[in-house]
């Protein structure tokens, strides 16, 4: 029988970070984001080497940085219902604001948070469908104020 080339649950792209701490990384995605962990796996000395988390309907991953394999801190941009809400549970989970909600002209309330490791974390919900030449039109405004 063959083998699925892309694992059960995942997608073709996913979000991979890499960081020091990553025990501390899945402790503060779970209070923030409500993720679940689905691996992890940890060395001889009980230090987590390696996680894949599920965020909603989405995986990520994360490996504890090394000499070998330093810190690549990310962006995220992770669509939720309530974009203040989640941004409030981020700061809560102890995120630090980088962009407090607002409407953007692209279609989206969103805000931002930088968490302890250096990810920056893109918090939106879809609030207005926009059309490619409405989006250009706003974007070319935007850019001019």
Not at 63 to 79: H, I, R
Not at 110 to 139: C, H, M, P, Y
Request: proline content about 6%; overall charge negative; aromatic content about 12%.
């Amino acid at each position: 029988m063959a083998v699925n080339p892309i694992p059960e649950g995942y997608r073709t792209v996913t979000p991979y970070l890499v960081v020091r701490g990553l025990a501390q990384l899945l402790e503060f995605v779970q209070k923030a984001f409500d993720a679940q962990i689905k691996d992890c796996v940890k060395g001889p000395d009980g230090t987590v080497w390696h996680a894949a988390f599920r965020i909603g309907d989405s995986m990520m991953m994360a490996g504890e940085a090394s000499d070998k394999w330093p810190p690549l801190p990310g962006g995220v941009y992770l669509y939720v219902p309530d974009t203040d809400a989640a941004y409030k549970k981020a700061l809560a989970a102890g995120a630090t604001s980088v962009m407090e909600p607002s409407n953007q002209f692209y279609g989206d309330r969103n805000g931002g948070v930088k968490d302890a490791f250096g990810n920056f974390w893109w918090i939106g919900t879809r609030i207005e469908d926009v059309s490619a030449d409405e989006l250009q039109r706003r974007a070319e405004a935007h850019k001019k104020s």
